[in-house]
């Protein structure tokens, strides 16, 4: 029934994109994806934006994971708030034991705007949101957890110069194992410079108090491109370390963005 439920999910995104035409948004493109900092931006007013990628993850443990899908939905009910729903995304799991394979779970969740930029500098280019999401329980048993996981993240940005903006995220969620609930927090900050008027950088960093319960401290470094097409489609790769002991020992994933409507 769940894996129905998966592709009646991915069937219904398909065919948003199918009976939607490019968007003509005079504005660049700005995603949630590639770096792991949620931007500070909603998508507009009747827009529907679908980002999308593939991610290869090593651990240290000799675990290997390969997730595809990861499509984040986000669909503007006005200038300040989007809708945000997270299709089941795929995952190959190999390594010392048997091989594995299933869905991740879906999940809702929304973004408020609380700030909007009118300019460039540590004021005038300076925005803020909320964001608010959680796991749905809709995953295969092996790879999802049967409990929700809540959410909730500050998200603020500056637009410094035409080539350089800086974003930050604090993060706060509740997981839950299949034992105990517990709480775990996270901060990032993201670098973004432009190389041209289609290409860009960036450079990241972020940690979590824990991501599992009784876990270590983690910390990551992160950096990709990012290619934009049009104003409505782009492109991106990224490369990821742990800085830690513990966490991702590599990451490496690419994805594809594209804003319908508006």
């Not at 005079?26 to 931006?41: G, K």
């Not at 959410?151 to 034992?179: H, Y």
């Not at 450079?203 to 049009?230: C, I, K, M, W």
């Not at 490369?239 to 490496?252: E, I, P, S």
Request: net charge negative; glycine share 12%.
């Amino acid at each position: 029934m769940r894996r129905r439920l998966h592709w009646k999910i991915c069937a219904a995104v398909i065919a948003a994109i199918a009976f939607s035409s490019m968007g003509s948004g005079e504005e660049p493109l700005v995603t949630d994806r590639p770096d792991f900092t949620e931007s500070s931006s909603t998508v507009g007013s009747s827009v529907l934006q679908l980002e999308s990628g593939v991610t290869f993850s090593d651990f240290q443990s000799g675990t290997r994971v390969t997730t595809v899908g990861e499509i984040l939905a986000r669909w503007g009910v006005t200038k300040n708030l989007e809708l945000r729903f997270q299709v089941p995304t795929y995952s190959w799991e190999s390594g010392e034991g048997a091989d594995a394979s299933g869905f991740l779970s879906s999940g809702i969740g929304l973004k408020y705007e609380l700030l909007q930029g009118h300019g460039t500098g540590f004021i005038d280019g300076m925005e803020a949101s909320l964001i608010a999401s959680t796991t749905i329980p809709t995953g295969t048993s092996d790879f999802a957890s049967s409990k929700w996981q809540p959410s909730a993240v500050f998200a603020v940005s500056w637009e410094l110069g035409p080539n350089l903006g800086i974003g930050t995220n604090l993060g706060v969620g509740r997981p839950a194992d299949e034992e105990n609930r517990y709480t775990t927090l996270w901060a990032s900050v993201a670098v973004g410079v432009g190389l041209s008027e289609t290409t860009s950088l960036f450079l990241e960093l972020y940690g979590f108090n824990r991501e599992e319960d009784r876990g270590p401290n983690t910390a990551t470094f992160q950096t990709g491109l990012v290619y934009l097409f049009s104003s409505d489609l782009q492109a991106d790769v990224r490369v990821a370390r742990r800085l830690t002991d513990r966490g991702v020992d590599f990451l490496a994933g690419a994805g594809i963005s594209w804003r319908l409507g508006g």
